[in-house]
Protein backbone atom coordinates (compact mmCIF):
# COMPACT_ATOMS: atom_id res chain seq x y z
CA UNK A 1 0.00 0.00 0.00
CA UNK A 2 3.02 2.45 0.44
CA UNK A 3 4.67 1.44 -2.36
CA UNK A 4 1.29 1.91 -3.99
CA UNK A 5 0.80 5.82 -2.77
CA UNK A 6 4.78 6.33 -3.44
CA UNK A 7 3.82 5.72 -7.19
CA UNK A 8 0.94 7.42 -7.11
CA UNK A 9 3.44 10.44 -5.39
CA UNK A 10 6.31 10.13 -8.36
CA UNK A 11 3.66 10.37 -11.41
CA UNK A 12 1.83 13.66 -9.49
CA UNK A 13 4.98 15.57 -9.40
CA UNK A 14 5.99 14.13 -12.57
CA UNK A 15 2.60 15.38 -14.30
CA UNK A 16 2.91 18.93 -12.24
CA UNK A 17 6.38 19.17 -13.59
CA UNK A 18 5.63 18.96 -17.10
CA UNK A 19 2.83 21.01 -17.00
CA UNK A 20 4.87 23.54 -14.91
CA UNK A 21 7.31 23.23 -18.24
CA UNK A 22 4.96 23.47 -20.63
CA UNK A 23 3.44 26.39 -19.07
CA UNK A 24 6.77 28.55 -19.03
CA UNK A 25 7.25 27.67 -22.19
CA UNK A 26 3.99 28.68 -23.52
CA UNK A 27 4.70 32.35 -21.32
CA UNK A 28 7.71 32.30 -22.87
CA UNK A 29 6.73 32.06 -26.50
CA UNK A 30 3.66 34.31 -25.76
CA UNK A 31 6.02 37.10 -24.45
CA UNK A 32 8.67 37.16 -27.21
CA UNK A 33 9.50 40.93 -28.94
CA UNK A 34 10.61 40.90 -32.26
CA UNK A 35 13.03 43.82 -33.21
CA UNK A 36 11.75 46.59 -35.58
CA UNK A 37 15.55 48.14 -35.99
CA UNK A 38 18.37 45.96 -36.86
CA UNK A 39 20.94 48.34 -35.91
CA UNK A 40 22.97 48.06 -39.27
CA UNK A 41 20.78 50.44 -41.14
CA UNK A 42 17.29 51.74 -42.40
CA UNK A 43 15.73 48.57 -43.59
CA UNK A 44 12.28 48.26 -43.24
CA UNK A 45 11.56 52.16 -42.12
CA UNK A 46 10.47 55.20 -44.69
CA UNK A 47 11.20 59.21 -44.13
CA UNK A 48 8.46 61.44 -44.66
CA UNK A 49 9.53 65.50 -44.11
CA UNK A 50 7.10 68.18 -44.96
CA UNK A 51 8.28 69.84 -47.97
CA UNK A 52 9.61 66.59 -49.70
CA UNK A 53 8.55 63.12 -51.02
CA UNK A 54 7.99 60.42 -49.16
CA UNK A 55 11.39 58.64 -49.14
CA UNK A 56 13.45 61.53 -49.51
CA UNK A 57 15.76 61.44 -46.37
CA UNK A 58 16.83 65.24 -46.50
CA UNK A 59 20.08 66.27 -44.84
CA UNK A 60 20.37 62.81 -43.89
CA UNK A 61 18.12 63.56 -40.66
CA UNK A 62 17.63 59.73 -40.05
CA UNK A 63 20.49 58.09 -39.95
CA UNK A 64 22.59 54.91 -37.82
CA UNK A 65 25.60 55.19 -36.45
CA UNK A 66 27.07 52.33 -34.26
CA UNK A 67 24.34 50.08 -33.61
CA UNK A 68 21.77 53.69 -33.06
CA UNK A 69 19.25 54.99 -34.53
CA UNK A 70 19.86 58.98 -34.90
CA UNK A 71 17.61 62.03 -35.99
CA UNK A 72 20.08 64.58 -36.54
CA UNK A 73 20.24 68.08 -37.62
CA UNK A 74 23.73 68.84 -38.43
CA UNK A 75 23.65 69.10 -42.51
CA UNK A 76 20.30 71.91 -41.81
CA UNK A 77 21.21 75.40 -42.46
CA UNK A 78 18.34 76.20 -40.61
CA UNK A 79 15.18 74.56 -39.72
CA UNK A 80 12.70 75.61 -41.58
CA UNK A 81 9.17 73.30 -40.49
CA UNK A 82 10.64 70.29 -41.69
CA UNK A 83 8.61 68.46 -39.88
CA UNK A 84 8.73 64.72 -40.16
CA UNK A 85 8.91 61.19 -39.04
CA UNK A 86 10.18 58.14 -39.77
CA UNK A 87 7.96 55.08 -40.39
CA UNK A 88 7.90 51.40 -40.16
CA UNK A 89 6.94 49.64 -43.14
CA UNK A 90 3.77 48.00 -41.72
CA UNK A 91 0.41 48.57 -39.69
CA UNK A 92 -0.36 47.13 -36.31
CA UNK A 93 -3.50 46.54 -34.46
CA UNK A 94 -2.78 44.57 -31.03
CA UNK A 95 0.26 45.03 -29.44
CA UNK A 96 3.02 46.46 -26.82
CA UNK A 97 5.47 48.39 -28.12
CA UNK A 98 8.70 48.94 -26.20
CA UNK A 99 10.99 51.97 -27.46
CA UNK A 100 14.37 53.38 -25.36
CA UNK A 101 15.90 56.62 -26.45
CA UNK A 102 17.61 59.93 -25.01
CA UNK A 103 17.60 63.36 -26.51
CA UNK A 104 21.38 64.92 -27.09
CA UNK A 105 22.91 68.18 -27.92
CA UNK A 106 21.18 71.47 -28.58
CA UNK A 107 18.09 72.10 -30.74
CA UNK A 108 18.57 73.40 -34.22
CA UNK A 109 18.14 76.79 -35.08
CA UNK A 110 15.02 78.09 -36.10
CA UNK A 111 13.67 75.13 -34.52
CA UNK A 112 10.18 76.56 -32.41
CA UNK A 113 10.78 77.12 -28.91
CA UNK A 114 8.66 73.77 -27.92
CA UNK A 115 11.08 71.91 -29.80
CA UNK A 116 13.56 71.55 -27.40
CA UNK A 117 13.79 68.21 -26.21
CA UNK A 118 10.67 67.50 -27.46
CA UNK A 119 9.49 64.32 -30.51
CA UNK A 120 7.13 61.41 -30.05
CA UNK A 121 6.27 58.04 -31.09
CA UNK A 122 3.86 57.93 -33.17
CA UNK A 123 0.81 55.17 -33.21
CA UNK A 124 -2.31 53.99 -34.81
CA UNK A 125 -1.12 56.53 -37.66
CA UNK A 126 -2.61 56.95 -41.53
CA UNK A 127 -0.78 55.54 -44.32
CA UNK A 128 2.57 57.47 -44.88
CA UNK A 129 1.59 57.42 -48.33
CA UNK A 130 -1.66 59.58 -48.16
CA UNK A 131 0.72 62.31 -46.24
CA UNK A 132 0.55 65.86 -48.31
CA UNK A 133 4.11 66.50 -49.33
CA UNK A 134 3.77 69.91 -47.03
CA UNK A 135 1.95 68.27 -44.21
CA UNK A 136 3.77 68.44 -41.00
CA UNK A 137 2.01 65.44 -38.82
CA UNK A 138 0.04 62.35 -39.80
CA UNK A 139 -3.26 61.87 -38.34
CA UNK A 140 -2.15 59.26 -35.52
CA UNK A 141 -2.01 58.89 -31.45
CA UNK A 142 0.89 59.70 -30.26
CA UNK A 143 3.08 58.92 -27.03
CA UNK A 144 4.87 62.82 -26.60
CA UNK A 145 8.27 62.56 -25.88
CA UNK A 146 9.62 65.24 -23.43
CA UNK A 147 13.06 66.03 -22.12
CA UNK A 148 13.96 68.62 -18.97
CA UNK A 149 16.08 71.23 -18.99
CA UNK A 150 18.06 70.69 -15.98
CA UNK A 151 15.35 72.33 -13.97
CA UNK A 152 11.58 72.46 -15.25
CA UNK A 153 9.72 69.66 -14.55
CA UNK A 154 8.45 68.13 -18.28
CA UNK A 155 6.63 65.58 -18.04
CA UNK A 156 7.11 62.44 -20.34
CA UNK A 157 4.21 60.26 -21.85
CA UNK A 158 1.33 62.77 -22.88
CA UNK A 159 -0.90 61.52 -25.03
CA UNK A 160 -1.31 63.96 -28.62
CA UNK A 161 -4.17 63.24 -30.99
CA UNK A 162 -4.25 64.72 -33.95
CA UNK A 163 -7.41 64.16 -36.07
CA UNK A 164 -8.31 61.53 -33.32
CA UNK A 165 -10.67 61.88 -30.19
CA UNK A 166 -10.18 59.59 -27.04
CA UNK A 167 -11.80 58.80 -23.66
CA UNK A 168 -10.18 59.26 -20.82
CA UNK A 169 -12.21 58.81 -17.36
CA UNK A 170 -15.01 57.74 -19.10
CA UNK A 171 -14.87 61.38 -20.94
CA UNK A 172 -14.67 61.88 -24.67
CA UNK A 173 -11.89 64.53 -24.87
CA UNK A 174 -11.11 66.30 -27.86
CA UNK A 175 -8.06 68.03 -26.97
CA UNK A 176 -5.19 68.30 -28.77
CA UNK A 177 -2.97 66.70 -25.85
CA UNK A 178 -3.33 65.32 -22.32
CA UNK A 179 -1.20 65.30 -18.73
CA UNK A 180 -0.27 61.91 -18.01
CA UNK A 181 -1.59 61.06 -14.62
CA UNK A 182 1.62 60.11 -13.54
CA UNK A 183 4.34 63.21 -14.36
CA UNK A 184 8.19 61.62 -14.35
CA UNK A 185 10.68 64.52 -15.77
CA UNK A 186 14.20 62.92 -17.31
CA UNK A 187 16.92 65.34 -17.14
CA UNK A 188 20.46 65.11 -19.26
CA UNK A 189 21.35 62.82 -21.86
CA UNK A 190 19.72 59.41 -19.99
CA UNK A 191 18.50 56.73 -21.66
CA UNK A 192 14.47 55.80 -21.05
CA UNK A 193 12.23 53.12 -21.87
CA UNK A 194 8.77 54.48 -23.16
CA UNK A 195 6.04 51.52 -23.98
CA UNK A 196 2.62 51.81 -25.24
CA UNK A 197 -0.03 49.04 -24.94
CA UNK A 198 -2.68 48.83 -27.30
CA UNK A 199 -5.07 46.12 -26.76
CA UNK A 200 -8.96 46.00 -28.36
CA UNK A 201 -9.61 49.64 -27.83
CA UNK A 202 -7.90 49.89 -25.02
CA UNK A 203 -4.25 52.11 -24.98
CA UNK A 204 -1.75 52.79 -22.18
CA UNK A 205 1.62 54.23 -21.44
CA UNK A 206 4.44 53.34 -19.68
CA UNK A 207 7.98 54.83 -18.76
CA UNK A 208 10.34 52.56 -17.71
CA UNK A 209 8.09 49.75 -16.20
CA UNK A 210 5.67 52.40 -14.97
CA UNK A 211 1.88 52.74 -15.81
CA UNK A 212 1.57 56.47 -16.58
CA UNK A 213 -1.74 56.97 -18.36
CA UNK A 214 -4.43 54.80 -19.78
CA UNK A 215 -7.62 56.15 -22.70
CA UNK A 216 -10.21 54.08 -24.69
CA UNK A 217 -12.26 54.12 -27.94
CA UNK A 218 -10.40 56.86 -30.20
CA UNK A 219 -12.48 58.18 -33.22
CA UNK A 220 -11.68 59.89 -36.07
CA UNK A 221 -12.68 63.81 -35.52
CA UNK A 222 -15.90 64.41 -38.08
CA UNK A 223 -14.94 68.63 -37.61
CA UNK A 224 -10.66 68.04 -38.12
CA UNK A 225 -9.17 69.36 -41.49
CA UNK A 226 -7.01 66.29 -41.52
CA UNK A 227 -9.39 63.50 -39.37
CA UNK A 228 -12.54 64.12 -41.92
CA UNK A 229 -10.52 62.67 -44.23
CA UNK A 230 -11.09 59.52 -42.71
CA UNK A 231 -14.11 59.83 -40.83
CA UNK A 232 -17.26 57.38 -41.34
CA UNK A 233 -20.00 57.06 -39.77
CA UNK A 234 -20.65 53.36 -39.77
CA UNK A 235 -17.49 52.51 -38.44
CA UNK A 236 -15.23 55.31 -36.95
CA UNK A 237 -12.49 53.40 -34.65
CA UNK A 238 -9.20 53.80 -34.70
CA UNK A 239 -8.33 50.00 -34.32
CA UNK A 240 -5.04 50.02 -36.51
CA UNK A 241 -2.16 52.16 -38.72
CA UNK A 242 1.36 53.06 -38.77
CA UNK A 243 4.18 53.55 -36.19
CA UNK A 244 6.60 56.68 -36.76
CA UNK A 245 9.34 58.42 -34.88
CA UNK A 246 9.11 62.42 -35.23
CA UNK A 247 11.84 64.52 -35.90
CA UNK A 248 10.75 67.93 -34.46
CA UNK A 249 13.98 69.57 -34.58
CA UNK A 250 15.66 67.92 -31.52
CA UNK A 251 18.45 65.74 -32.21
CA UNK A 252 17.60 61.89 -30.50
CA UNK A 253 18.87 58.30 -30.25
CA UNK A 254 17.03 55.54 -30.44
CA UNK A 255 18.42 51.56 -29.34
CA UNK A 256 16.03 49.68 -29.07
CA UNK A 257 12.71 49.33 -31.16
CA UNK A 258 10.85 46.19 -29.66
CA UNK A 259 7.50 44.95 -30.58
CA UNK A 260 5.26 42.36 -29.29
CA UNK A 261 2.12 41.55 -30.87
CA UNK A 262 -0.95 40.02 -29.37
Given at each position: ??????????????????????????????????????????????????????????????????????????????????????????????????????????????????????????????????????????????????????????????????GISVVIDGK????????????????????????????????????????????????????????????NQQNNAVSK??ISLQSNSHP???????????
Amino acid sequence: MKFISFLLLVFLMITVSCNFRKSSTETIVDSQWVSLFNGKDLTGWTSKISGYELGENYANTFRVDNGILSIRYDQYDNFSNEFGALYYNKQFSNYRLRVEYRFVGDTVPGAPKWGFRDSGIQYHGQDPKTIGVKQAFPVCLEYNLHGGNGSDERPVGEICANGISVVIDGKKTEAYSTSPKVAHTFHGDQWVTAEIECKNGEFKHFVNGEEIMEYTNPQFKANHELGKLFYNQQNNAVSKGYISLQSNSHPIDFRKIEIQEY
